[in-house]
Nanobody, 127 residues
Framework: EVQFVESGGNLVQTGGSLRLSCVAS????????IGWFRQAPGKEREGLSCISTSDGDTCYADSVKGRFTISSDGARKKVFLQMNGLKREDTAIYYCASSTRPWRIASALSPANYGSWGQGTQVTVAS
């Protein structure tokens, strides 16, 4: 069974930074696209970024491009999301999930193409 555990969420001031981690188990880490998503209260789940663990290709939503950076550590089966320049609207629960769809589909960051969702980690940005 594929499982993800996210960590690193916290309360941070506007303009601050956080680094989220997602550790995977139950999968061959090199065969997936791993994505980061978030969901704020009353809003739909939003795709933020993804990484191909086989070749390192990355994708970003326009809302986070230039502020967030995704990376992975295959040896430790971890995916990271470095978040800089945080804004109040970044407040949400952040999740990671995996996709086996082709890159052109997975990189569109639709939650419908991802599965094995973790429990999430809360990020709160206060002014």
């Amino acid at each position: 069974e594929v499982q993800f555990v996210e960590s690193g969420g916290n309360l941070v001031q506007t303009g601050g930074s956080l680094r989220l981690s997602c550790v995977a188990s139950g999968l061959n880490f090199d065969d997936y696209t791993i994505g980061w998503f978030r969901q704020a209260p009353g809003k739909e789940r939003e795709g933020l970024s993804c990484i191909s663990t086989s070749d390192g290709d990355t994708c970003y939503a326009d809302s986070v491009k230039g502020r967030f950076t995704i990376s992975s550590d295959g040896a430790r089966k971890k995916v990271f999301l470095q978040m800089n320049g945080l804004k109040r609207e970044d407040t949400a629960i952040y999740y990671c999930a995996s996709s086996t769809r082709p890159w052109r589909i997975a990189s569109a960051l639709s939650p419908a193409n991802y599965g094995s969702w973790g429990q999430g980690t809360q990020v709160t940005v206060a002014s």
